[in-house]
């Protein structure tokens, strides 16, 4: 591996582990949140209005998603 592969990788897990960290922040906050709810998923510059359930799941996905990233190198 060379140098400047190594300072992708690193930057890309850096990345990869900031994601799942504020993904966690955000999983913890909905916990807090009533099931009847309105919420939001950023897409870009709009927001898609979801059920919570639907975007617990979607974040769990993502979640497991990066952390796999993570292993996989």
Known sequence: MTQNN???YEA??????????????????LDGIED????????????????KEELVTDLKNLVEEKENENVEY
Not at 12 to 29: D, G, N, Q, Y
Not at 40 to 51: T, V
């Open 6 to 8: 190594f300072r992708n």
């Open 12 to 29: 890309a897990s850096i990345a990869a582990r900031r994601k799942v960290e504020m993904t966690k922040i955000t999983l913890k906050e």
């Open 36 to 51: 009847s709810c309105k919420v939001f998923k950023p897409i870009g510059r709009a927001f898609i209005c979801k059920s």
